[in-house]
Every structure is written in C-alpha cells, then in structure tokens.
C-alpha cells in the first residue's frame, strides 16, 4: 500500500451502518478514500478490512462502534488487498469472527487465504445478524473479479456494492447526484478497472430490482435516493461500453 493514511472519519450511511473511510493522499491525485462498513446488530458485520497497513487505523474505528471481540462476521466483495488484506488480523483481533463469502470464493481462495474456516453462502441466502438482514448476492466481474459479491442489508434496503459506483468524492458520506458521471470518470482515471461483458448490464439492473434505498461503495462518497435508478443508469452506460467495445474488436461476445 502506497502512501500515508490522513484521516479515518466514522459516517452513518443507514440506520446502524456506518461507514468508515480512510484517505490516502498518494493513492491518486488530490486523494483517495478507502471505505469499509459496520452494520450494527446482535451479530455485527464488517464489510471490508483495508489493506494491512490500514489495520490500526481501521480496527481502532470500528472498535468505537463495536468492541473486536464482538465483531462475528468479516466480508468484502472479492479478493484484493483493499477489501481483505486484513483479514486474518482481524480474526486475530475478533476472536468470535467468521469469513463470509460465498461458495465459490470461499472454494477458490478464502478456504486458503482464512486462518480459520470461512462460512459460505449461496447467490440470494440470507442470514439473519439479529435486528439486520444480509442477504449474498454474487456478481460475478460486476466490477470485476469472477467471485465479486455484494451485500443486501434489507431492513434499511442498503446495498454494499463494493466497487460498483466508485467515485472521487472522498470527504463527504453523501453525493446528491452525478453518480453515474463520477462513476465513468473514475474509471477512466483507473483504466480496465472495470470489467465489460455481455452480461455487466444484466447484473447490475438485477440488482436494481432489489428497490435499494442507500448504495454504499467502496471508494468515495455513498448514494441514498433513488437508487435503482442510478443502478439502471450505469447498466445503460455499461452497455454501450460493451458494444463499443465489441464494435472496436476490443472484446468478442
């Protein structure tokens, strides 16, 4: 991880989940936050761990909404060293926490990558944190890695979408709008971070059928309004990347 740590700030996105960015100066021009979410229930949840160089500043933020050894569930939305690196430091740290994935990233790494055994969840189970509902939703490259999931938080209606709706606006817990301009300019700023295939736009509108209230991502700033619409949106412009793409002979179908 490159660059120093600035500031971690703690924001409620929902009811009882929070959001906690930490901004690395040298990431990028002018900054770049890392985003990682507590949902506070009888079996409270960490979504995302930060690199392990993030690992004091991150556990001492979480731990001012939850003890550690509180914590009883640890996810991220797919392997790389922003969403797990510290992991296994915190289930060093959270000595009741469980690894949550789903069933083919806990298969294909987090079985090996876990220093205890992970649990596993299939597209669309739910598990009940007490007063919190989580339900898994694999999104296989949306953005990208073939094990990408999200979460669905349904008692707020919020979706934990990862990278999906990264933007720029590091240092504030909300946009009001330009989701979908500051989504595209964040990925030409990180050229090929997303991933185009026939199916980008399928999963992302069938995520907008979820009806989400608040769209919580990884980097930069939340959404909370009408968010399968902005969903819809970006799957449009996902889209038309694709076929461009396709029409330059970039990618095949």
């Known amino acids: 991880m490159k660059g120093h740590p600035v500031q971690t700030r703690v924001d409620e996105v929902a009811d009882g989940i929070y959001r906690l960015e930490t901004v690395i100066e040298e990431a990028a021009p002018g900054g770049f936050g890392f985003n990682q979410f507590v949902v506070l ?14 690992f004091p500043l991150v556990s001492e933020a979480v731990a001012r909404l939850v003890p550690l050894d509180r914590l009883r569930w640890i996810s991220f939305g797919h392997v790389e060293a922003d969403e797990c690196g510290a992991l296994n430091d915190f289930l060093a740290a959270a000595p009741n926490a469980t690894a949550l994935h789903s069933r083919l ?15 596993a969840l299939a597209h669309g189970e739910v598990i009940d ?22 979460l669905f ?19 504030h817990a909300f946009v009001d709008s330009g989701v979908v301009e500051s989504t595209f300019e964040t990925d030409e700023a990180f050229p090929g971070v997303a991933s185009l295939s026939a199916g980008t736009g399928e999963r992302i509108r069938a995520l907008a059928d979820l009806a989400p209230e608040t769209l919580a991502v990884m980097h930069g700033a939340s959404y909370r309004g009408d968010v399968a619409t902005v969903l819809r949106d ?20």
């Open 41 to 54: 229930a009888d079996e409270p949840l960490l979504f995302h761990t930060g690199h392990r160089g993030m």
């Open 105 to 119: 990233g806990t298969a294909v790494s987090i079985a090996d990558l876990a220093d205890r055994p992970p649990h």
């Open 129 to 150: 944190l007490g007063g919190k509902r989580i339900r898994l939703l694999e999104t296989p490259h949306v953005p990208h890695n073939w094990e990408a999931i999200m």
């Open 153 to 171: 938080e349904e008692t707020t209606r919020t979706l934990l979408a990862g990278d999906l709706g990264s933007n720029l606006k590091h240092g």
């Open 234 to 253: 970006l799957a449009a412009g996902y889209d038309d990347r694709v076929r461009a793409a396709l029409d330059a002979g970039l990618v095949t179908a």
